[in-house]
């Protein structure tokens, strides 16, 4: 199943930030900042901030947390891609599904860079039928 059809970016709908202990980000980050937990996957923890999902992702390879990754969403990730790339853009690889939740809707993201190499996304939210 595709993607809904739609034209442009709509609102950030991750951001992505590295952190060198799990376990100790998500108790911070749920009982000392009050953020709602939404659900842990992994070394991944996510939290709702106001309808933009934050992601913690634990550092592997120790030093310090890399710089936050922010997600665009699109309403058809595989129309976007191809617009964006028609206008010069480089993607690390295709549109691909990254998570399927419980109730079926799958996660899927492409990864580029912007003009300084630094990370960014697209994203957009699969549900089954």
């Known amino acids: 199943m595709q993607p809904q059809a739609g034209e442009g970016f709509g609102a950030i709908g991750q951001i992505a930030r590295s952190v060198t202990d799990i376990a100790a980000a998500e108790r911070w980050y ?5 953020l709602p937990h939404l659900y842990t996957y992994g070394t991944l923890a996510f939290f709702d901030c106001g309808g933009v999902r934050l992601m913690l992702s634990a550092n592997d390879e120790g030093g310090a947390p890399q710089a936050a990754i922010l997600y665009f969403r699109v309403a058809d990730i595989v129309r976007s891609h ?4 028609a206008r010069g853009i480089t993607f690390l690889g295709a549109p691909h599904m990254i998570h399927r ?29």
Request: glycine share 8%; hydrophobic share 40%; charged share 30%.
């Open 82 to 85: 191809e617009e964006m790339q």
């Open 101 to 129: 939740h419980a109730d079926g809707t799958e996660e899927w993201m492409a990864f580029f860079a912007d003009n300084q190499g630094r990370p960014l996304a697209i994203m957009s939210q699969v549900r089954q039928d």
């Open 30 to 34: 749920r009982d000392v900042l009050g």
